[in-house]
Nanobody, 120 residues
Framework: QVQLVESGGGLVQAGGSLRLSCAAS????????MGWYRQAPGKQQDLVAT???????DYAESVKGRFTISRDNAKNTMYLQMNSLKPEDTAVYYC??????????????WGQGTQVTVSS
């Protein structure tokens, strides 16, 4: 069974930075597309960013220029560098993995989520 474990969430002031990590096990990490989603209280889950198995990236408009998604296939880990954080970025952040999922948005595996809280 594929396991995805997020880490790096926390409380930060507006304008600050955080880096989230998603560690994968029991999977051929390098062939999978990866993604970050987030869900704020009372709101639907939204796509934040994706990265394909060959490193192509895509971002939600709300985070372009502030967030950077990356991956280290040697470490089976994906990252989300979040800069210039805003209170509206407050949410539980989830990582996801799947074959060709960056295009189809059908993900095979999900992490348990990590809370990010941005204070004003």
């Amino acid at each position: 069974q594929v396991q995805l474990v997020e880490s790096g969430g926390g409380l930060v002031q507006a304008g600050g930075s955080l880096r989230l990590s998603c560690a994968a096990s029991r999977m051929l990490f390098r062939i999978n597309d990866m993604g970050w989603y987030r869900q704020a209280p009372g709101k639907q889950q939204d796509l934040v960013a994706t990265i394909t198995n060959d490193g192509s990236t895509d971002y939600a408009e709300s985070v372009k220029g502030r967030f950077t998604i990356s991956r280290d296939n040697a470490k089976n880990t994906m990252y989300l560098q979040m800069n210039s954080l805003k209170p509206e970025d407050t949410a539980v952040y989830y990582c996801a993995a799947g074959l060709k999922s960056a295009r189809t948005k059908n993900w095979d595996s999900w992490g348990q989520g990590t809370q990010v809280t941005v204070s004003s």
